[in-house]
């Protein structure tokens, strides 16, 4: 029998940090007035709904909430074999004099969050865009960093962090998959 994941953030720990985050938010943007979320698909866009509903509970205030497939804007859509599968992007409001805050699951080398930020130049000029993650990784690529941060996580190049949650997956976690571990 092999034994299961090393969990690094429980369900428990996962929604503290969101909590912590949402206060962050607000803190550093003087209350919800200001602000819009996009969540990077796919589980970027499940934090960003978490963390707008946190924001609701915490202030009152219903913060719109957009969802960014970025697919189409990776610099290495060209370079792979297979097409990308395109899905949605929704941003059903004006983001220009807004407070933008972009959510994805795990940052690593940066590159989702740039394609993510030439994206947003499409749907005008934002005040500011900031980046909240659940996980920074390290090994950064390219001059970005969160402004938010659940967890920092040291990991090797080619370990995989494996973000789970529960409206996708059927629980929340987060686990580290060390890269000579086998698929299970």
């Known amino acids: ?25 607000l803190e550093r943007n003087s209350g919800a007035e200001s602000i819009v979320i996009i969540g990077i698909l796919t589980r970027g866009a499940v934090l960003a709904k978490r963390i707008a509903a946190t924001i609701k509970e915490l202030e009152g205030v219903e913060v719109p909430v957009g969802l960014m497939d970025i697919s189409l804007y990776r610099d290495d859509v060209h370079s792979k074999l297979e097409q ?6 929704d941003i059903l409001f004006e983001i220009r004099d807004k407070n933008v805050i972009l959510i994805d699951d795990v940052l690593y080398t940066g590159r989702t969050v740039r394609a993510a930020l030439d994206q947003m130049v499409d749907f005008g000029r934002a005040r500011t865009i900031q980046l909240a993650v659940l996980v920074d990784r390290g090994h950064k690529e390219l001059p970005i960093r969160a402004d938010y941060v659940g967890a920092n996580i040291p990991t090797a190049m080619d370990d995989q962090v494996v973000v ?10 987060v686990y580290v998959k060390k890269a000579n571990e086998k698929n299970g």
């Open 1 to 25: 029998m092999t034994p299961g994941p090393n969990i690094i953030l429980s369900d428990k720990k996962i929604s503290r940090a969101l909590t912590r985050i949402s206060h962050e938010i």
């Open 164 to 173: 789970n949650v529960s409206e996708l997956d059927g629980k929340d976690e």
């Open 84 to 89: 990308p599968i395109v899905q949605r992007t």
